[in-house]
């Protein structure tokens, strides 16, 4: 089978080349995947104009070759960045990028200093990262199945909502159903908070048993086919209070209207600002403690960032999250949030769970 990752290192070559380097080093799994195939949670990936050469590890020599072609794969000897740049210093004088983001002090020292003196490193940020927020057909698909298999897994978690039921029951009994599901694993560590505890919007599961009359917020994702989806949805045990299906409407809508500002081309900024701006209209805004959204990728978190002030345009076949919430200490929050792909003209909504407000 034609494997994607031939091109890729075309296309980053090509971008080295405009910014003057000779090479790229690239350290982060999910980088060095995306070039490579190679699945191994050690190694580095040094490319350049005319190569590419991954140093790694014993333990992933095997695995290295099953999963990659037309790259050379060298073993360290010792630890992995001094034989990094044993590797460069014998290919001689040349400018090397490196991602700050990425990279330790510790480790661009010793970088350094085994590289030699010929060698001149150059920060060149979020190279491979801009390639990787513009998806492939493939990887749209891939992301569409992972995104589905989300949402089952959610509305089963939903059906298991009873009075009693433990915050660390449903996380576990959620990342099981995953991995029955054919996932990797979760792409995060899901979030299951029950009453005044869905105020946090980053909740960790506890021994907390559910009550009547409370908020559940659920927050999933699992990773398939190495692409991760991202899913939460806000259910209220028992008939809701008016302020509660107040506070959902006002999410509902400004999540629906940040879905409706997304499209290649429009600022990031300006779709945080359109589910911003419902919010504020509903006096809601100062409840609204984080950004609308986030890149979706190999990663969970990756670019393009939706939060306040991105001058940053959105690209067709971006996947991103719009996921606004509020959020009232002593009470609970609400928080809707969907998979998103960046069309010319609109999106494509890939998470496919009714928004509505459940009442159980
Ligand atoms: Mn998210």
């Not at 809707?336 to 998470?351: F, L, M, N, P, R």
Request: aromatic fraction near 4%; include cysteine.
């Amino acid at each position: 089978m034609r494997t994607p990752f031939a091109e890729r290192q075309r296309t980053l070559r090509k971008e080295l080349a405009a910014v003057n380097l000779d090479s790229l080093l690239l350290t982060d799994p999910a980088n060095v995947y995306y070039l490579t195939g190679f699945t191994g949670e050690t190694g580095a990936l040094l490319l350049s104009l005319t190569g590419c050469t991954l140093v790694t590890d014993g333990r992933f020599k095997v695995q290295a070759r099953e999963e990659t072609s037309g790259i050379h794969i060298l073993l360290q000897k010792g630890a992995l960045f001094p034989s990094v740049g044993e590797v460069l210093r014998a290919a001689g004088r040349q400018s090397v990028g490196f991602d700050p983001n990425r990279l330790t002090v510790a480790q661009l020292l010793t970088l350094r200093k085994s590289s030699g003196a010929r060698c001149r490193w150059k920060a060149t940020p979020g190279l491979t990262e801009h390639l990787r927020a513009r998806k492939d057909a493939r990887e749209i698909a891939q992301m569409r199945k992972a995104a589905i298999l989300a949402g089952k897994v959610l509305e089963r978690a939903i059906r298991l909502l009873k009075p009693g039921v433990q915050e660390l029951e449903i996380a576990g009994e959620t990342e099981y159903q995953m991995r029955r599901r054919g996932a990797s694993g979760p792409s995060f560590e899901t979030i299951v908070a029950f009453g005044e505890r869905s105020a946090l919007p980053h909740a960790r599961p506890t021994a907390k048993r559910l009550r009547k009359n409370e908020l559940v917020v659920l927050d999933l994702g699992a990773i398939l086919g190495h692409y991760c989806s991202d899913i939460t949805r806000t259910v209220f045990v028992g008939r809701a209070p008016k302020r509660i299906r107040r506070w959902y409407g006002a999410v509902l809508e400004a999540q629906s209207a940040a879905i409706a500002a997304v499209k290649a081309g429009a600022l990031c900024g300006h779709v945080d600002a359109a589910a911003r701006g419902v919010l504020a209209r509903h006096r809601l805004d100062g409840h609204f403690v984080h950004s609308t959204g986030h890149g979706l990728g190999l990663e969970v978190h990756e670019d393009p960032r939706i939060a306040r002030g991105q001058r940053r345009r959105l690209e067709p076949n971006n996947v991103i999250t719009i996921e606004p919430g509020v959020y009232f200490a002593g009470v609970g929050g609400i928080r809707i949030e969907d998979d998103v792909v960046v069309e010319a003209d609109g999106s494509e909504v890939i998470t496919r769970v009714p928004r509505d407000l459940i009442e159980l």
